[in-house]
């Protein structure tokens, strides 16, 4: 069993991004600028939020967080998101889910300028993604891939089942995991709620990727010898030896299953940094299009 080791590869693919914007920023005397909306005061949010603006420092990019109270209205914000739209020094917007329950995701996602929408989640861009059109990726499934790449495994042919239907990981996972492409070319089979005897498919799969939200839900028992197991859960659960008295585990009962896998990924340390590399991926990417770097 080997480990998917997130930290060690992001560290490698942030060493190549960071080369190239050094490179882009002294032709140019510009540098990719990623702008982080953040509403309310969710812990979890201004986690992820931080350690991507911590991120843009590391990779020499520049970062703007634009903080809102829980109570700014939804045209309030889809005024601020305009802003961010017109102004020419931002190249990538990214507006930290979940929103409070008065502001709709999906209006406030569809007014991002699909040139800078580095999260990957506008419709325009998750249309260009299904018609296999240049897109950004959405930023954890490309992240999924870019491990993939970096341990050189091939998913042609496999069976691959994905857990969850979300637009952000579950649907455009099985999407990519299907596409005529490196990664790519496996036969995938997308898991859900509603799904029947889930049992049944997980033990076909050559690689399961899990991204339902609950604690240890993939046991040793779904998983088949062999199988490479992806881990995109983030669930906090008590743990009275940890200071803070918690800790993040993921969607796979880890100490169980790993034993049987091929490879597997950790929670931490697994799925969310490969995230931020996705996200500083496209911000690049972004940078570049819209400065008509080819
Ligand atoms: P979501 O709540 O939008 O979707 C969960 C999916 O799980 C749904 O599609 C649902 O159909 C499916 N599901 C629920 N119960 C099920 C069951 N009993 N059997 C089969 N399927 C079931 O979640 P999401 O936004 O896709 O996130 C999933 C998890 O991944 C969360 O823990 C989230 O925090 C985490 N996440 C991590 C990263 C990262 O960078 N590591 C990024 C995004 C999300």
Redesign the pocket.
Known sequence: MQILDGTAVSAHIKSQIKEEAASLSAKTGKKPHLAAVLVGNNPASESYVGSKVRTCEELGFDSTLLRFDGDITEQQLLAEIQKLNDNEAVDGILVQLPLPGHISPDMVINNIDPAKDVDGFHPITQGKMLLGQRSFLPA?PYGILLMLEHYNIDTTGMNCVV????N???TPMTVLLGRNGTPGNATVTM???K?KD?KEHTLRADLIVA????SFFLKADMVKDGAIVID????RIDDATKKSGSRLVG?VDFDNVAPKCSYITPVPKG??PM?ICGLMKNTLEAFKLRNNIH
Not at 163 to 166: A, F, K, P, V
Not at 232 to 235: A, D, E, T
């Open positions: 954890t857990i969850g239907r979300s952000i990981v579950g898991c859900h709620s799904t889930l991204a339902i939200g609950r995109v859960g983030i669930n969607d799925v969310g995230t």
